[in-house]
């Protein structure tokens, strides 16, 4: 299972982690916002049957970490 | 009469007349000159920008929709403005040289109805200044940084309105009354190095064709009707260096000027329009950069708290109205009339005053908007490496390798980058009062005198500085925008 975050502005480089398997589907990964504003969180992975899987979802950072 | 215009009238061959040694002139350089002064140079280098709107409108319509991910928003956000702030600041109005909007132009002219004139009206940068206010409000209205697929569009909008304005008028309207690109880069040039100049000024004045400005049987003259033995300024002029292959003495020179010329110089013509144009660019900036911290965001929930705006779009014209039209109009109606108080007996009507002291707002602006596109440019730069690498692998093509490399990014180092920042602001201050300082202190009035006048102007300019720089000194967003209206 993989983490790619993007800004949704353009020049930003995208933050990319692996996410560790901690329990049955449950994954934890570090992950440093780089800097404030808006990021599409991309999650990946594949799974037991070879099927692979993406999600998206969008998070506003606010200044000051978050 | 001198031996240039003798030589001249009996009409020799060009490569004939005497002409004493020039300046250092690029278009007399060994390989460089010779590209810019052939007849299909500049088609060169629009070709090559041809081929990157193409790839921003391909990529945009076509590619992944996440804006650092696609061709189309990194090489239009990131790159384009890094580009142009540089070669102004380095070279001159390079952009508009290599303009691909402008490619049309010759079909445009063929299909010409009426080749009537632009509207007398609207001879100005109205136009520009509102396209100007537009450009920038939808930028934030519709979110143009974070969509490829509008991106796209804007260039396509580029093209459609360039074609069309040619087609319809026998002038190039689009780029010296229309443009907003064009606004911006032409008002930046006047701080350029470089400026286009006769060689030698007696040929121009025994020329009977003018064919820098008419043209000639195979090359068009100035499509921004600039006159080369009158041109004293960078204003309106795109680089397209139409003149100098147009002309068939050779007497065209694209040469580096003393800094500051031009912004220091009296030419500078007293019209509200272009008063109204540099101000307005400088407060354009700072907008800008306000776009992009916190505090935008906590006065667009107020505003949709306290006011009820709801909308998106109304609260950004408010936004906008105010930072960019009336700050602006109220600092050069507002400033000139201060001037005209404080001056005392030699006061100037204010139109006067607008004229003389508007320029000073270049450097200032150039400084604000230096910082901003060199901030994106240098965390940035190398982003399209990989956006390359990414793009060609999506079409089969291994140029690049197998994987990109979405670390790649940044130019300078982020320590270095504040800095630079704060460096670029104070130095567009103090080289705004040097300007300021050079156009009060001139004959006729005593020094107290031209300090009185000028100091409305150097306090807005001190206060422009302070608030910039406490907008970089707070830490750069990039948009923080899909909770606002709903915390």
Not at chain 2, 51 to 56: F, I, K, R, Y
């Amino acid at each position: 299972m993989s983490l790619r975050g993007d800004m949704t502005h353009a020049g930003m480089a995208p933050v990319l982690e692996d996410a560790e398997e901690v329990g049955e589907g449950l994954y934890r990964a570090s992950f440093e916002w780089t800097m404030a504003g808006d990021w599409v969180i991309t999650v990946s992975g594949k799974l037991d049957d070879g099927r692979t899987i993406r999600r998206e979802f969008q998070v506003s950072v606010p200044s000051g970490g978050g | 009469m001198d031996q240039t215009a003798r030589i001249a009238r009996r009409g020799s061959r060009p490569e004939e007349i005497y002409r004493p040694p020039a300046n250092l002139d690029l278009l007399h350089l060994p390989v460089l000159g010779r590209l810019l002064r052939w007849r299909w140079g500049r088609l060169v280098f629009q070709l090559f920008f041809l081929a990157v709107a193409a790839l921003v409108i391909y990529d945009g319509l076509t590619g992944p929709q996440l804006a650092p991910e696609n061709s189309a928003t990194v090489l239009a956000w990131v790159h384009y403005r890094g580009f142009i702030i540089l070669a102004l600041l380095l070279a001159g109005n390079l952009f508009c040289f290599g303009c691909p909007f402008t490619l049309p132009r010759t079909l445009a002219r063929r299909l010409s109805l009426s080749g009537g004139r632009w509207p007398r009206p609207l001879r100005n940068k109205w136009v520009s200044i509102a396209g100007l206010f537009l450009i920038f409000w939808l930028y934030e209205w519709l979110d143009l940084w974070a969509s490829p697929w509008l991106t796209a569009w804007v260039a396509i909008g580029y093209f459609v309105g360039s074609f069309v304005l040619e087609a319809l008028f026998a002038e190039s309207p689009f780029c010296k009354y229309v443009c907003p690109l064009g606004a911006f880069n032409f008002v930046y040039s006047t701080a350029s190095p470089l400026q286009i100049r006769p060689r030698e000024a007696g040929v121009c004045k025994t020329c009977v064709g003018k064919e820098c400005i008419n043209g000639s049987a195979s090359v068009p003259g100035c499509g921004t009707e600039l006159f080369v033995p009158t041109i004293q300024s960078n204003m309106d002029c795109t680089f397209c260096l139409d003149c100098a292959r147009a002309c068939p003495y050779d007497n065209v020179a694209l040469s580096p000027r003393a800094p500051l010329e031009e912004l220091t110089h009296d030419h500078w013509p007293a019209r509200w329009d272009l008063a109204f144009l540099v101000v307005g660019l400088t407060f354009f900036g700072i907008a800008n950069a306000f776009g992009m911290v916190s505090p935008v965001y906590a006065l667009h929930t107020w505003m949709a708290e306290a006011l009820g705006l709801k909308s998106d779009a109304v609260r950004l014209l408010l936004i906008f109205g105010t930072l960019n039209i009336a700050v602006p109009a109220l600092v050069v109606f507002g400033g000139a009339r201060l001037s005209q108080v404080l001056s005392g007996r030699s006061s100037r009507p204010p139109l006067q005053l607008a004229g003389r002291y508007a320029p000073a707002f270049v450097p200032m602006g150039f400084g604000i908007w230096l910082a901003h596109y060199g901030f994106h440019f240098s965390i940035a730069g190398l982003a399209i490496v990989p956006v390359m690498q990414s793009f060609l692998l999506d079409h089969g093509i291994l140029w690049l390798g197998l994987h990109p490399d979405w670390g790649m990014s940044r130019v300078l180092p982020q320590e270095w980058i504040f800095p630079l920042q704060v460096g670029a602001v104070l130095a567009g201050f103090f080289v705004a009062l040097y300007v300021l300082l050079r156009r009060a202190i001139r004959p006729g009035t005593t020094p107290a005198e031209g300090f009185r006048e000028m100091l409305p102007w150097a306090l807005v300019l001190l206060v422009i500085t302070i608030v910039s720089l406490s907008i970089f000194n707070l830490p750069m967003e990039m948009r923080g925008t899909f909770n606002i209206g709903a915390r």
